[in-house]
């Protein structure tokens, strides 16, 4: 196996471990019928004890002040056309956080604007990553239609930003 080869394997490896950050799932529907066997052919469920796994922490959202100059969260889902490629300050809390992926730290950041779908901002950094219900203001270009692959896509995302813990 080539080094390029071995390296495109290992970031999409990489990618698959964003789970819940940008997959497209409707939760499986709850019926009355009685537990069966799972099929041969099921996919692998991933383990319990796996980050990805786990739901995020519950995160209080309330008194969230706007960044001076700054947009919300929905605001920059509802403007994102005209924000694509622009930079944006979003004030929010971290909801959920993943380091040393593909070389950059990935935040989820909320502000109790918006609604399912556009109330949760996905976040790339170079810089430390920041603690779960931290405080933080985020300064980067928004991204549109950015596609990770192994259908990690994300319609908004802010990519390379400089965030700041208050």
């Given at each position: 196996?080539?080094?390029a080869t071995?390296?495109?394997?290992?970031?999409?490896?990489?990618v698959?471990?964003?789970?819940?950050?940008g997959k497209?799932?409707?939760?499986p529907?709850?019926t009355?019928a009685a537990?069966?066997?799972p099929?041969?052919?099921?996919a692998?469920q991933?383990?319990a004890?796996h980050?990805a796994?786990?739901?995020?922490?519950?995160?209080?959202l309330?008194?969230i002040a706007?960044?001076?100059?700054?947009?919300?969260?929905?605001e920059?889902?509802?403007?994102k056309?005209?924000?694509?490629g622009k930079?944006?300050?979003?004030?929010?809390?971290?909801?959920?956080?993943n380091?040393?992926i593909?070389?950059?730290?990935w935040?989820?950041?909320?502000d109790?604007?918006?609604?399912?779908?556009?109330?949760?901002?996905t976040?790339?950094?170079a810089?430390?990553?920041p603690a779960l219900?931290?405080?933080?203001v985020v300064i980067?270009?928004?991204?549109?239609?950015?596609?990770?692959?192994?259908?990690y896509?994300?319609?908004v995302?802010?990519?390379?930003a400089?965030?700041?813990v208050?």
């Open positions: 196996m080539s080094k071995h390296c495109s394997l290992l970031a999409l490896t990489v698959a471990i964003l789970a819940g950050c497209k799932e409707a939760p529907a709850v009355a537990p069966t066997a099929a041969a052919s099921a692998p991933m383990p004890d980050p796994a786990k739901p995020g922490e519950q995160v209080d309330s008194g706007k960044a001076e100059g700054g947009k919300t969260v929905a920059v889902f509802a403007e056309d005209a924000l694509a930079p944006v300050t979003v004030r929010g809390k971290v909801v959920k956080v380091g040393g593909m070389g950059k730290n935040l989820h950041v909320r109790g604007s918006g609604a399912e779908g556009t109330n949760d901002l976040v790339t950094t810089g430390e990553l219900g931290a405080t933080v980067g270009p928004v991204t549109l239609n950015k596609d990770f692959g192994m259908g896509a994300y319609d995302i802010v990519e390379d400089e965030v700041k208050e």
